[in-house]
């Protein structure tokens, strides 16, 4: 029930187009859900995150698009860049005090490709 | 502000050693969250601190063990490490309290070699 399941595993996109990566959660209890970014050799960053009370946010040329009934979530990369190529985790937690461990998707190693 | 920094940045231990690991959070923050990462198993809980206090434990085995200080810099130890401890160990502090007091952020981690 603490799985985050993450698809698809690798995507090659041409440049300019819109990369869209797909997470699903169990866990009712999940209410906060971050997606990070990490490039080889460094930690991960967090980029945008989102709570249940939305169906979507922006955040510059990031977007994530939430449906709770279905439990979930995915990240639209807008005009994608090169400089946009690493994986991508999305992620899962409780938001109440005590109780804020993530749990990870498995990662998404996107590739755009000019 | 400066990041969240992790020392040592690479280190190459033989199978039985023990190791520590050291982190340092975000100036104000004051949880301390420890992930273990490999290719296999991905990015895995390890254990979060909070006021000196460990708060969540995730399932790895006791030879895994942490400690807050009160400045909120952190340690873990690996004892008896084995071969499956070559991993990539990431640390992340977050505010808990404040506007956004859930966003976790990561240090560059440490990549531990066991031979």
């Known amino acids: 029930q603490q799985q985050v399941k993450q698809s698809p595993q690798s995507l090659i996109v041409q440049k300019g187009g819109i990369p869209i990566i797909n997470c699903a959660y169990e866990n009712t209890a999940f209410d906060y859900f971050p997606w990070y970014q990490q490039f080889p050799g460094k930690g991960p960053a967090l980029l945008i995150a989102?709570?249940?009370?939305?169906s979507e946010k922006k955040e510059g040329r990031f977007t994530i698009s939430f449906n709770k009934s279905a439990k979930q979530f995915s990240l639209h990369i807008m005009d994608s860049q090169p400089g946009d190529s690493a994986t991508y985790f999305c992620?899962?937690?409780?938001?109440?005090?005590?109780?804020?461990?993530?749990?990870f998707g498995t990662g998404t190693r996107l590739t755009i490709i000019p | 502000k400066a990041g969240v920094t992790q020392t040592p940045r690479y280190l190459i231990k033989t199978r039985g050693q023990q190791v520590t690991l050291s982190c340092s959070p975000i100036?104000?923050?004051?949880?301390v969250s420890w992930y273990q990462q490999t290719p296999g198993q991905g990015l895995q809980f390890l254990f979060e601190y909070f006021s000196e206090t460990q708060r969540n434990k995730g399932n790895f085995p006791g030879r895994f063990s942490g400690r807050q200080f009160s400045n909120s810099r952190s340690e873990m130890n690996v004892s008896t490490l084995e071969l499956g401890d070559s991993a990539l160990y990431l640390c992340?502090?977050?505010?808990?309290?404040?506007?956004?007091?859930?966003?976790?952020?990561f240090g560059p981690g440490t990549r531990l070699t066991v031979t």
């Open positions: 992340a502090s977050s505010h808990i309290t404040g506007t956004n007091p859930y966003e976790q952020y």
């Open positions: 100036s104000g923050h004051r949880s």
């Open positions: 992620a899962a937690s409780p938001s109440h005090f005590g109780n804020e461990k993530l749990t």
């Open positions: 989102i709570r249940p009370d939305v």
